[in-house]
T-cell receptor
Framework: AQTVTQSQPEMSVQEAETVTLSCTYDTSENNYYLFWYKQPPSRQMILVIRQEAYKQQNATENRFSVNFQKAAKSFSLKISDSQLGDTAMYFCAFNNAGNMLTFGGGTRLMVKP | NAGVTQTPKFQVLKTGQSMTLQCAQDMNHNSMYWYRQDPGMGLRLIYY???????DKGEVPNGYNVSRLNKREFSLRLESAAPSQTSVYFC????????????FGPGTRLTVT
């Protein structure tokens, strides 16, 4: 079974600064997908970024980028130029190209003005 | 284009009561999912439907039943609610089993007293 671990329950960052959220996972699969989801106070789960394991290039979406280290089974999220609207829970998730998304426990991010 | 919709948004039940949570998607997706999110945790898969006419158990199926009514709709039923089922329930859909990416509804907050 796959497991996803987020070792930082809470983090804070000053507005306009950069923050990195950590995620590690455990799998014996070779083909899989990794995701970061954002959950603001509204509760809506919003996809931030995705990475396919077979792609060596790190995914980037505007201010959000990942550092995908396949051998180390590490998938961190970097948020640049943090904004107040980035305040949310962030969940790392793993999908082995099957039916189940396995989520980490989440990191609560607070962006301070 | 509404994406994934869920009803109701909130519900309070007494122990032993039954209810059905409704979910619909308008993205013509083949696969649909039900998750629960307990306080301070990530989402866990209850049941999924890989395609119309099929359903399978996820990680935490006990106490629940599902029906894939048609391609658009996937309902979750609690036959005899228990306080341990107090949670936020999310429905999600994806294009196919192996597409990786899932799109989430806004969630239903259920309290069982």
């Amino acid at each position: 079974a796959q497991t996803v671990t987020q070792s930082q329950p809470e983090m804070s960052v000053q507005e306009a600064e950069t923050v990195t959220l950590s995620c590690t996972y455990d799998t014996s699969e070779n083909n899989y997908y990794l995701f970061w989801y954002k959950q603001p106070p509204s509760r809506q789960m919003i996809l931030v970024i995705r990475q396919e394991a077979y792609k060596q290039q790190n995914a980037t979406e505007n201010r959000f980028s990942v550092n995908f280290q396949k051998a180390a089974k590490s998938f961190s999220l970097k948020i640049s130029d943090s904004q107040l609207g980035d305040t949310a829970m962030y969940f790392c998730a793993f999908n082995n190209a099957g039916n189940m998304l396995t989520f980490g426990g989440g990191t609560r991010l607070m962006v301070k003005p | 284009n509404a994406g994934v919709t869920q009803t109701p948004k909130f519900q309070v039940l007494k122990t032993g009561q039954s209810m059905t949570l409704q979910c619909a998607q308008d993205m013509n997706h083949n696969s649909m999912y039900w998750y629960r999110q307990d306080p301070g945790m990530g989402l866990r898969l209850i049941y999924y439907s890989a395609s119309e006419g099929t359903t399978d158990k996820g990680e935490v199926p006990n106490g629940y039943n599902v029906s894939r009514l048609n391609k658009r709709e996937f309902s979750l039923r609690l036959e005899s609610a228990a306080p341990s089922q107090t949670s936020v329930y999310f429905c999600a859909s994806s294009q196919g089993q192996h597409s990786g990416e899932q799109y989430f509804g806004p969630g239903t907050r259920l309290t069982v007293t």
